[in-house]
């Protein structure tokens, strides 16, 4: 696998833990970049821009990850190609 590409399960897993865990979010509140290494997590780098970009949208759209628990995460990352996660991250 390149590093191009995307692990949809591994972005799958951040985003539940983020729902989930209130001491993961709140380390990624802080500093999401030392929050995910905390946690065990190794991305690609466009897989850590992504998650960047997501967190962001999330909080332009004012959408709190602990009150989104009943978001369909299957819908978004499994729906999901690899042109769209470099759509989303392209986009300004």
């Known amino acids: 696998m390149s590093q191009q590409e995307f692990r949809v399960q591994v972005l799958k897993r951040i985003a539940e833990q983020a ?15 030392d929050a995910l290494q905390r946690w065990g997590y190794d991305l690609y780098p466009r897989e850590l821009e992504l998650v960047h970009k997501f967190r962001e949208t999330l909080a332009e759209a004012g ?30």
């Open 19 to 33: 729902m989930s865990d209130s001491a993961f979010r709140h380390a990624a509140a802080v500093d999401l970049d």
């Open 63 to 92: 959408i709190d990850l602990m009150l989104a628990k009943n978001m369909d995460l299957d819908s978004i990352f499994d729906d999901a190609s690899g042109d769209d996660l470099d759509r989303m991250i392209s986009q300004s």
